[in-house]
């Protein structure tokens, strides 16, 4: 079955300095990636995803997220955090099986400190 | 605006007492889903469906029904709520993943309380 895993629960990273999220993932197939992100008390919003092609994918808010089919991840950067970034992130894959479903990781939640 | 609207955003009922949740989308979507999202679990597919009378149970479907006469709209049923589904629901729309540059467009959610 799918799988997607995000190891770090909580990050705190301070304002200005980058940021890495991780997330490993299980699929057979070519994977569709995608990250969201929550604000508290918000719908989730779509940061960038993957479906082929270049390997480094830029999406909005200055985040980038990079495929590594030899690691199984696809892992979330951003070069200089703002507060505004604090909120749950949400890697997922999408799986076409099931009605284009998405199995989604248990999320991390960033906080940024001044 | 492409949108994915549910209603009502907050309720509060009681265990047994009927709800059903809405859900419509403006983007001729074949597909659509419900999620539950619980703290530490991330979001789980409740149901989905691939279009008109199409539907298929998901990963936690126990509790709930859908129906989808409609293109646009995909309600959520549950016929005896119980506490255990207290959460935070989503709807979900999407063209096929196969399309290159698409993606799931998210209602803004429904937060659940039963008491």
């Known amino acids: 079955a799918q799988s997607v895993t995000q190891p770090d629960i909580h990050i705190t990273v301070s304002e200005g300095a980058s940021l890495e999220l991780r997330c490993n993932y299980s699929?057979?197939?070519?994977?569709?990636l995608f990250w969201y992100v929550q604000s508290p008390g918000q719908g989730l919003q779509l940061l960038l995803k993957?479906?082929?092609?270049?390997?480094l994918v830029q999406g909005i808010k200055g985040f980038e997220a990079e495929f590594k089919r030899s690691q199984s991840s696809f892992n979330l950067r951003k070069p200089s955090v703002h507060w505004s970034d604090a909120a749950e992130y949400f890697c997922?894959?999408?799986?076409?099986?099931?009605?284009?479903?998405?199995?989604f990781g248990a999320g991390t939640i960033l906080r940024v400190k001044s | 605006e492409a949108q994915v609207t549910q209603n009502p955003r907050y309720l509060i009922t009681v265990t047994g007492k009927k709800l059903t949740v809405t859900c419509s989308q403006n983007?001729?979507?074949?597909?659509m889903s419900w999620y539950r999202q619980d703290p530490g679990l991330g979001l789980r597919q409740i149901y989905y469906?691939?279009?008109?009378?199409?539907?298929d149970k998901g990963d936690v479907p126990e509790g709930y029904k859908v129906s989808r006469k409609e293109k646009r709209n995909f309600p959520l049923i549950l016929e005896s709520p119980s506490p255990n589904q207290t959460s935070l629901y989503f709807c979900?729309?999407?063209?096929?993943?196969?399309?290159?540059?698409?993606?799931?467009?998210f209602g803004q959610g429904t937060r659940l309380t039963v008491v």
């Open positions: 979900a729309s999407s063209f096929s993943f196969r399309q290159s540059n698409t993606e799931a467009f």
């Open positions: 699929y057979g197939a070519t994977p569709y």
């Open positions: 993957y479906f082929s092609g270049d390997t």
């Open positions: 997922a894959v999408g799986d076409l099986e099931y009605g284009n479903k998405l199995v």
């Open positions: 983007m001729n979507h074949e597909y």
């Open positions: 469906s691939m279009n008109v009378e199409v539907t």
